[in-house]
Every structure is written in C-alpha cells, then in structure tokens.
C-alpha cells in the first residue's frame, strides 16, 4: 500500500512540472524587452540621459610647483675691525632703521690719533700761509714751498684715514628691517670673522620656486602667481620679478623669484610654500566635465544632442583641471552636451533628457 502512494505522488509532480511552462507561474508583470528594443527606461525606447548647455568661462593654464620664502634683504653682521665691544644699541627681534647705530668697539686710540692729527693740520695750515706769501716775495723757493704744502696736504690725507678707521669702530644698519638673535655681548672681543646677529628685511618677502624647463617659454617677469604656506588656509599673491638665465643641467629646471606683500609679518625666510603659477589666462575657455569624454585610439569624442538624437563628435582638449577638460576643437558655446549614460549610447540614437544644466 505504502508503495503504491509513493508512486502516485511521484506521477502527480512530474506532470504538474509538464503543466507549469502553460500555465506561466513564473512569468513576471514586464513583458520581456524584445530583441533589438532600446534598453534604459526611456519613454517610447528612448535612452534617458542628462545633458549641460556648453558655456565658455575663463580659464588659467597653471602649473602647480614648490618653493620657498626668502627675505627681500639680508646680512650677517660683523665688524671690519677687531676690537672690544663698548655698547650695543639694538634689542633682539626688533626692528631698526636704516643708518641706526648698532654696535660700538674701543675707539680711544683711533680718537687720539685724530686729535694729534688736527691739532698737526692748523700749524702746517699757518706755515703754508706764510711760505705763500714769502714766495709771492720771492724770499724762498719754490721748493721749500712745496715742502710746506706736501706737509699740509699729508696731514689732511692723515686725518681722512683715521676718520675712516673710526667709522669702521661702528656698526650701523645697512638698511631697515628686522634684527635677529645676537651672539656676542658688551664686552667681547670681536674680529672681522666674529658673527653678531643677522639683519633682514621681510616686507616684501621673495618667493623662490623652479619649474621644469620646457615651460622656459610660458613665463617671463610680471606673471602672476598664487602661493599658501604650511598649516595656513590663507591664499597669498605675488608677481615674478626675475628668472634665472639658465637652465640647471642636473636638475633641468628653471629658478624663478617672486615678490609678494608682507605687511603683516607672515611670511618668515625658509617657510615652505606651494606655489600656482598662472602660465596663460583664457577669458573664453570651452570645459567639459572630464566623464563625457571618451578616449579612443583615433583621439578623443563626446555625445552632444541634435534634433532628438545622439551626435558623435570628436575634439581636440587642451588643458586638464581637477574636474574639466579645455576643448581646443569640435565644440562650440551653446552646443548640448551629453553628460550620463556615455557607455550606451550610439550615434544616431534616440535620447530623452532628463535633467540640463
């Protein structure tokens, strides 16, 4: 009996699976996609896609490099002469003008030289005056005037020369700016190769960077350049002011110096800074986004939309930005360009669009 049911059951499941392909049990509420229907849920066998009116819109070729701050002026100061340092006249980290008195040496027997000198100059002045006029006479040569002149004309030569020996006594600055850290104190004995502090003026600061040298051509004094320091959010400007004549033969780049504003103080020699330099400025650039184009082995093309349907056109790019193309060729301003849907679309397909830009 037992038997008898288990292959009963057995008939009724092969024949209910027979039945099933009649009955459509496992056919779904859409229709199948005929062969040859156009795919992507468009209306009417339309590909849905999104598109963006071109505009042109200004646009700068820049290269973005490396660099550093330097000082607009700087200078290690030290004495010409060896001496003891009798008083310094600066505060370290201010600032200073240009010709202050900064550093005192001994000048006490410079000064007594000089006062010995003088004093030897209005009696060689006197006996001039009278050899002059005893020669007018003709009651001494020629000669023993000339002597008397010689010796006057000493004297001042004399006078010049210690005068300029005790100038050397003293430091002044050589212009306005800022004095760092010393390294003597009043007191010391200092020679032509003994370091006191460094002088520098920050305001303006130089920007020096380099670029690779084939853009030697692209950049001349007077471009513009963008820079930020480390840990700054602030965007600086500056200008080029100088580039260097040659090319460096290891490294193949070019060295370029800059000049920005530093009024506040910011900008400090030896900070490290990314630098933009604006190569060419484009007042009516052509961009697309950089997902509409496709690359291929003849070059490069996009979709744009022309009386309903897709149009295949090929272009020429120029410059990349972070997210756009510059397009040298093949697009012009107000053409309707294809943004979504780039992989299936076909020249000459049908296209609904759903959002424009």
């Not at 744009?304 to 060729?329: P, Q």
């Amino acid at each position: 009996m037992k038997k008898k049911f288990i292959t009963a059951a057995v008939v009724a499941v092969v024949i209910l699976l027979l039945a099933l392909p009649k009955v459509n049990w496992f056919k779904g509420n859409d229709e199948a996609v005929a062969p040859g229907q156009p795919q992507g849920g468009g209306r009417g066998g339309k590909l849905s896609v999104d598109a963006m009116i071109i505009k042109s819109a200004p646009l700068d070729n820049k290269l973005n490099v490396t660099g550093s701050v330097l000082p607009n002026e700087s200078l290690e100061l030290k004495s010409e002469v060896s001496g003891k340092i009798t008083a310094i006249h600066f505060n370290e980290g201010k600032r200073v003008d240009k010709g202050q008195l900064l550093i005192e040496t001994n000048d006490d027997e410079i000064e007594a030289q000089l006062e010995k000198q003088k004093y030897n100059r209005k009696l060689n002045e006197d006996n001039e005056f009278r050899q002059r006029k005893l020669l007018e006479k003709d009651a001494i040569s020629q000669e023993e005037y000339d002597n008397a002149l010689n010796r006057l004309n000493t004297t001042v030569a004399d006078i010049r020369l210690l005068e300029t020996q005790l100038a050397k006594t003293k430091i002044m600055a050589p212009f306005a700016g800022v004095i760092g850290l010393r390294f003597v104190s009043e007191g010391a004995y200092i020679s032509p190769s003994t370091p006191i502090a460094t002088l520098y003026n920050i305001s303006p600061a130089k920007i020096e960077f380099a670029i690779p040298g084939r853009y030697s051509t692209q950049v001349a004094p007077g471009k513009r350049i963008r820079f930020a320091i480390e840990s700054d959010l602030k965007v600086y400007e500056g200008q080029v002011y100088a580039i260097e004549p040659r090319i460096d033969p290891a490294t193949r780049t070019l060295k370029i110096r800059a000049m920005a504003e530093n009024r506040g103080g910011s900008l400090l020699p030896g900070q490290f800074v990314k630098v933009e330099l604006i190569l060419e400025s484009m007042a009516n650039a052509i961009l697309v986004p950089t997902e509409a184009v496709i690359p291929e082995q003849a070059g490069k093309k996009v979709f744009v939309l022309e009386n309903g349907k897709a149009k295949e056109v090929f272009i020429e790019t120029g410059i990349r930005t972070a997210n756009s193309l510059e397009v040298l060729t093949g697009l012009k301003a107000n053409d309707t360009l294809l943004t979504t849907g780039i992989l299936q679309l076909r020249q000459g397909m049908n296209v609904q669009i759903s959002r424009i830009d």
